[in-house]
């Protein structure tokens, strides 16, 4: 049943039909089934696996080539060029600050070439280990005002196979993913998971499942059906208001959930997988960010595994919010910290190369870089 499974993904192998293998975005089973009808041993399917996940990367500066695989018969080689595609994902850009943050435009795709979309990514590097922030949608459909994706509306899912490209094309080693760049993962749901199956594979790049955040804007189903995999990444939900009226002001989704639904799937969630759950705050000033808010948003949060980070509002495009000054900022915390709620304001990173979600990308759509 591979087959149709494979195609509803839209992750790659179509059980033998005409279309091409997106190979990077297969699990070693359908690997294993791959080989079969290539009359190939199971065996292989590890060996390619390995090629793609664990070899090709650590020589990144090559060129990804089928020919290279040299522990693969010839014939085997062969037919892999001709009947798969390799994700290809072209760096554009790279940008520096002085913090060490890093900043990759990426073109992702190529074939076809209408296929071709801009996407960013973001390599923060600490001393206990680098941290990448990758992109799992170009754009996004969710519209959050304070958004620079949300503002450059949706061009495609990412597959699984684009999602750890980005992994690997920070050409470091890596200890953490926040899934955290441009777009929504759980209006990606399969390709997201399919990805976090692929990225902490032992005989890939190994990821402890611990080291990996999931950050949504609070889609309620998609949070109820995440639970029940009892994964052990962390659970990021933007909330961005302790109630319906601020949190619709902010992100047009929340019109959608309610947020004493989505409060509801966050105990599930935090009860069936016995995980800490984060909330993500943009403090912006005269919205969100009141003695009065803070203290129902201890309450909405009294009882929950949790931990809240502040973050002021990074100011994008022509939005007139302003981030909360730091006295306020202080003040929001501590009203949350003795309601025994674990809270810290997170510091601004990289916002001197646009570092903030969907701004470089944002940056470049005048550009000849723009997608075909
Ligand atoms: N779509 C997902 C993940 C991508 S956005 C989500 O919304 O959670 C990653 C984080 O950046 C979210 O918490 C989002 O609210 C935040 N963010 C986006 N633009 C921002 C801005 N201008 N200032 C501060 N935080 C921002
Ligand atoms: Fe989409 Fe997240 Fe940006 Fe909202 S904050 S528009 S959900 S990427």
Redesign the pocket.
Known sequence: MIGPKAITLNCGYDGGLNLMVDILSLNIDELQLFMKDLGQPAYRAVQVFEWLHQRFPAVSDEAFLFEKMNNLPQNLRNELEKQCLITSVNLEKELRAKDGTVKFLLAVGGEPASSRVYIESVLMEYTHGNTVCISTQAG?K?G?I????GHSGFLRNLSAGEMCMQVYAVKRPVRNVV???????LDNFDATLRFIELITHPKGAGLSQRHITL???GLVPEILTLAKYKMQITL?I?L?GPDDDTRQALMPIAKNHAIKDLIAACHQYANTTRRRITF?Y?LTEGVNDSPAQARALANLLKGLLCHVNL?P????GLTKLSPTKKHEAATFASILQAANIPTTIRRTIGAEVNA???QLRAANTDSKLKPV
């Open positions: 996004c969710m959050c304070f958004c620079a994706t899934l955290m760049g441009c777009g929504e993962p950050s949504t804007c990021a933007s961005h993500e943009a973050i509002v990074n100011q994008v903030a979600c969907g």
